[in-house]
């Protein structure tokens, strides 16, 4: 199964079970709800369900229908707090488009309809950000797969999602707080996107097809899954700076404009001089930051080698991952697929 071969297979199955929720949306008036989840949906990286499918392989499950749709059911549960992320953020943009606020703002704007604008779109993206959320579950419940591998899966799944959400509060409670710590910004990463991203999905592919959880399968999630997780969240708080916005769909430095208060602000602040630190609290969180702020703000993250300790911080997670997984009991397959996966969520440019 290869990387093409399995997007393909994912997306079969988001656009089968997309189809299926098609005539509950009749009603004209419906009808943007379901455009801006089908648009949401045509992109991302399939990273979580891919995860998943290869744990499933990894235990000795067999390609099949069942298997793509629980897979593909974590982009709804993936795009579901994207939406949600996006309000909190107050983000213009996502995957070079308006995000779901913005755009369910501009259908306000467009027909002319009382009240404010911008409170619409966000009660709408919150209403879609729902009904994502419930779509994944039920993706996951009518998915096909044995009964029982369900049942033994459950608890992790429901599990996995309350995480989730946790992680969102911890990330709003970071910024809230103001000045954060190495480790509090490690528990945001591991939360926020860490678990759900890697370790969980990886798990219940493994538990979906062992039928419980198996000694091996606990170590291979949390020295594997774990740190590949951790990895993924840095880079992703790399690109939130320092990524190109033709690649990430997002503009530059954006991060930095929602004040999000990451490792890589951390390890600024900590080794930054007095003065420098100023300029840092005095321009992170502005929403009005432009170009020559984004600009004097990486200057000082790369000046104070916060940028690099990142980095090889990505390096010595990657490289802790990858020993574990050669220590874990899978086959030679599923063993260089979730090798050739760790490198690729922790070295994208998106």
């Not at 995000?99 to 703002?105: C, G, I, K, V």
């Not at 690109?239 to 390890?267: H, N, S």
Request: glycine share 10%; net charge negative.
């Amino acid at each position: 199964m290869t990387t093409d071969a399995l997007r393909k297979q994912v997306d079969r199955s988001l656009r089968q079970f997309l189809d299926r929720q098609a005539p509950a949306f009749g009603d004209g008036e419906l009808e943007p709800l379901m455009a801006a989840a089908d648009d949401l949906l045509s992109g991302g990286k399939r990273l979580r369900p891919a995860f998943c499918y290869w744990g499933w392989r990894a235990a000795g499950g067999d390609d099949g229908p069942g298997v793509f749709s629980a897979a593909a059911s974590l982009e709804l549960l993936q795009a579901s707090a994207l939406v949600h992320d996006d309000v909190m953020d107050k983000s213009d943009l996502r995957r070079g488009m308006p995000s779901a606020h913005r755009r369910f703002q501009g259908v306000h704007e467009k027909s002319g309809w009382q009240g404010s604008a911008e409170q619409f779109g966000e009660g709408a993206a919150i209403l879609l950000g729902n009904l994502l959320l419930i779509w994944s579950g039920e993706m996951w419940r009518t998915s096909g797969l044995p009964a029982d591998a369900l049942a033994a899966a459950q608890p992790l799944h429901d599990h996995m999602r309350t995480e989730l959400m946790c992680g969102q509060y911890l990330d709003l409670l970071e910024q809230a707080q103001g000045e954060n710590t190495f480790d509090s910004a490690l528990r945001v990463a591991l939360y926020k996107s860490g678990k759900y991203s890697v370790e969980q999905p990886l798990r219940l592919g493994l538990v979906l097809a062992a039928g419980g959880e198996r000694p091996w399968i606990t170590d291979l999630c949390v020295e594997y899954g774990r740190r590949v997780g951790i990895a993924f969240q840095l880079r992703d708080d790399i690109l939130g700076v320092f990524g190109d916005p033709a690649e990430t769909g997002k503009p530059a430095g954006d991060d930095l404009r929602e004040g999000k208060r990451t490792m890589l602000i951390a390890r600024t602040l900590a080794s930054a001089s007095a003065g420098d630190a100023q300029v840092v609290r005095e321009l992170l969180g502005d929403r009005a930051l432009d170009e020559q702020g984004v600009t004097s703000l990486r200057a000082i993250i790369e000046d104070t080698g916060a940028l690099r300790a990142c980095e090889d911080l990505i390096a010595e997670y990657l490289g802790q991952a990858l020993a574990a997984l050669g220590r874990a009991p899978v086959t030679p397959e599923a063993h260089e697929a979730l090798a050739a996966l760790a490198v690729a969520a922790t070295s994208r440019t998106t």
